[in-house]
């Protein structure tokens, strides 16, 4: 290890996500094994301005491998856009003599770290924690995994009524920006169409496509809806639109919301997290900062964060096309 760094802050940041707590005890422990002090900072950027830090060791994380949310909470802070909030947090990072810090979180997060580390020079390193899966740099986000068995565990459900009583579904999902959730599980879950951002199906081919589904011989259908799809203003209007256009279906509409952040995270979350933490860290000791830790081609790679928040993920175009065949 190159870097004189002796002690090394953790913080959640933004949205929670399953696996949040895994990728703590990664970073605590491979702080212990190091021989490196940890400090917890409770709520975020919100925490780290108020000192609001505790000492952790390898036992301190025990038994949260199995919870998810995160066990030093969550914040969104207004204060910490501004220069004001940021000397204070770098105040208290100076007067509990620790060297470097390591954020887990999603983009906004990462953008406070890198203005952070851009006006102190301070160390930074970020670990991507959003179900969503957009940031650029890893095929995996902390939480993506697990979000979507829980959104197929929900449509496996939900077919079940909708094949007893004929009932056209409209399932909605989380991704305001991107449909990374909805084209996978709308997949995995056999959906008759996936609506998302990056595909603007149209309402009247919606409907085409759900007559020729009936046609076929389908008494039921399930339509998954990325939140943010741009066909309609919601999903209610969605429901409307084909209530009026089409016959002989029960439209239904259920909205997953915030269930799918929640839950135990997954066993490759585990995995993923824990060697996140290790990558984090273990990079920081060796004097390499101010990038994000993220999985590629099945590796641990380093992404400089500016490009980690600039950069752009990209839909499997592969999984469109299956998805076109599937639901034939």
């Known amino acids: 290890m190159t870097s004189n760094i002796k002690k090394i802050a953790v913080l959640t940041s933004g949205g929670d996500s399953p696996g949040m707590n895994v990728a703590i005890r990664s970073v605590v422990r491979t702080c212990a094994y190091h021989n490196v002090e940890c400090v917890g900072v409770y709520r975020g950027y919100q925490g780290l301005m108020e000192g609001d830090f505790k000492q952790m060791d390898a036992r301190s994380v025990r038994g949260i491998i199995n919870k998810g949310g995160t066990i030093l909470k969550s914040a969104r802070s207004n204060e910490f856009r501004t220069k004001e909030g940021r000397i204070k947090a770098h105040q208290q990072l100076r007067d509990a003599e620790i060297g470097g810090l390591v954020v887990i979180g999603g983009d906004g997060s990462f953008t406070g770290a890198l203005i952070f580390n851009q006006e102190f ?48 579904f409209f399932i909605e999902v989380m991704g305001r920006d991107v449909g990374h959730i909805a084209l996978n599980a709308g997949i995995a879950g056999g959906a008759e169409e996936i609506l998302i951002p990056e595909e603007d199906l149209g309402l009247e081919r919606l409907v085409e496509s759900l007559n020729r589904s009936r046609k076929s011989g389908k008494s039921s259908s399930i339509v998954i809806v990325a939140e943010g799809d741009k066909i309609g203003k919601n999903i209610f209007e969605l429901k409307d639109y084909v209530d009026e256009n089409m016959e002989g279906y029960d439209v239904r ?24 933490g290790v990558k984090a860290v273990e990079s920081m000791l060796n004097g390499q900062t101010n990038y994000m830790v993220g999985l590629m081609d099945g590796k641990m790679e380093l992404t400089p964060l500016d490009n980690a928040i600039k950069g752009k993920t990209k839909i499997n175009l592969e999984l469109l096309r299956v998805s076109d065949i599937m639901s034939t």
Not at 131 to 144: A, E, M, P, Q
Not at 158 to 165: G, Y
Not at 253 to 274: E, K, N, T, W
């Open 121 to 168: 020079g301070f160390p930074v390193m970020g670990i991507p924690g959003t179900i969503d899966n957009d940031i650029f740099g890893t095929s995996h986000t902390l939480g993506f995994d697990t979000a979507l068995n829980t959104v197929i565990d929900a449509i496996d459900k939900i077919r079940d009524t909708a094949s007893s009583h004929n009932r056209l």
């Open 253 to 276: 509409v259920s909205v997953l919301g915030h269930m799918q952040r929640g839950g135990s995270p997954s066993c490759f979350d585990r995995v993923l997290a824990s060697r996140m």
